[in-house]
């Protein structure tokens, strides 16, 4: 495998598409190979695929296109929350080509379910915490959110 040179300028990292700016990035410059490519591919179409027939309770096998690109797009969420996590674009470039990409896709969910955990409780803090204030908006968030 080819060596990063330290870090990957930013331009080459989009946040909100992280996964796919890094797997671009790698392909372009040789650091993963094809084969490494179409099996990460094949993790992700399968990823998407389960995702897809839990949302129909695999009563269909068609969605909506919108609706198929917000799926895809929750499973490279996945992905992108553990690479992000990794702090280092060479760390996640690291990860992407030795790792499988299941067990990226797993941490991140992972990580999302320990988050989602850590806002909850945040959340019963606050309310145990409010005000006693007559301003609509944030009585509305501490009631009915």
């Given at each position: 495998m080819n060596e990063i040179i330290n870090i990957i300028p930013d331009i080459y990292t989009d946040e909100e598409n992280y996964t796919i700016s890094l797997l671009h990035y790698a392909s372009?410059?040789?650091?993963?190979?094809e084969n490494k490519q179409l099996e990460i591919?094949?993790?992700l179409d399968s990823e998407f695929a389960e995702a897809a027939c839990q949302f129909t309770m695999r009563g269909s096998s068609t969605i909506p296109k919108k609706r198929a690109a917000l799926i895809y797009k929750s499973v490279l969420y996945q992905s992108d929350i553990y690479l992000k996590s990794l702090n280092d674009s060479k760390k996640a470039l690291?990860?992407?080509?030795?790792?499988?990409?299941?067990?990226?896709?797993s941490s991140g969910?992972?990580?999302?379910l320990r988050y989602m955990e850590e806002s909850r409780e945040?959340?019963?803090t606050a309310y145990k915490n409010r005000l006693d204030i007559n301003i609509y908006e944030y009585n509305y968030i501490m009631h009915k959110a």
């Open positions: 372009l410059n040789g650091l993963i190979n591919k094949n993790i690291d990860s992407i080509a030795a790792d499988n990409m299941g067990q990226i896709l969910r992972n990580l999302i945040v959340f019963k």
